[in-house]
């Protein structure tokens, strides 16, 4: 199994491991490592992309990070042939695109948000660099986007910590109130359940996802637009100032 350390500090950069295994699929050689700081794409974030940087000094680029299909182990992506030396057992260091990474930490934590701001139930969501999307089911369209924008900086420059914890599969069942997603639980079978939590009483469930640790790093963010998608069905497009 792959060990965790965006888990452990969600702010490591660069990594130094060893190579576990490695094989051609789709085109691409997919390597595993036996420690990563790569986020695998899940739970509405995108996989982490970066670079592999090899003791001779060469830089692989990583174009995506996928769970393998039993979720054991996380598999990097490499962009190029040039493979030539690396093999089970070589030492390598596994550096992260930081500033995509960090975007999409600002803005996975700005969804939180939007989940205190808004109480209903979440239809959807992804979390992207440029636009994210938040999905809840709501009825009425009297959504302001200026309203909303301005409660949400507020929670931003409140600068909110943001902790994490973990809770036993048996609690999140006494406590179902807890899943905000409508169609997608927590994975199951996988020990116990990761739980985020933004400041008092403003947010706090399930999650994967990697957070920045404080709400003010977010920054300006604002509503882009309010759309919506089916009668019950509104997506609000959320969007960093810089
Ligand atoms: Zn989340």
Not at 77 to 96: F, H, K, Q
Request: charged residues 20%; hydrophobic residues 35%.
């Amino acid at each position: 199994m792959t060990h965790k350390m965006f888990y452990e500090d969600a702010y490591l950069k660069q990594l130094k491991t060893t190579i576990v295994a490695m094989e051609p699929a789709e085109g691409q050689w997919q390597l595993i490592t036996a420690e990563t700081i790569f986020y695998p794409q899940g739970g509405g974030q995108p996989g982490d992309q970066g670079w592999l940087l090899t003791e001779d000094g060469r830089r692989i680029e990583i174009t995506n990070t996928r769970y393998s299909a039993d979720r054991q182990h996380i598999v990097h992506y490499l962009n190029g042939t040039s493979i030539a030396g690396l093999a089970a057992g070589t030492c390598v260091t596994l550096e992260l695109n930081w500033a995509r990474r960090h975007r999409l930490m600002r803005m996975h934590t700005a969804m939180h948000l939007m989940c205190s701001i808004i109480p209903a139930p979440v239809t959807g969501g992804g979390v992207s660099e440029l636009q994210s999307r938040c999905e809840f089911d709501v009825q009425t369209s009297d959504w302001d986007k200026e309203q909303l924008t301005r409660q949400l900086n507020e929670l931003v420059q409140a600068a909110l910590p943001v902790s994490i914890s973990y809770i036993t599969e048996q609690q999140l069942d006494d406590n179902p109130e807890l899943v905000r997603t409508m169609s997608v639980q927590p994975p199951r079978g996988l020990g116990d359940i990761r739980m985020i939590r933004v400041g008092e009483g403003i947010d706090y469930q399930p999650c994967g996802g990697t957070h920045v640790a404080n709400t003010a790093e977010i920054g300006q963010i604002r509503i882009a637009s309010i759309k919506s998608k089916g009668k019950q069905n509104k997506r609000f497009n959320i969007e960093l100032e810089d």
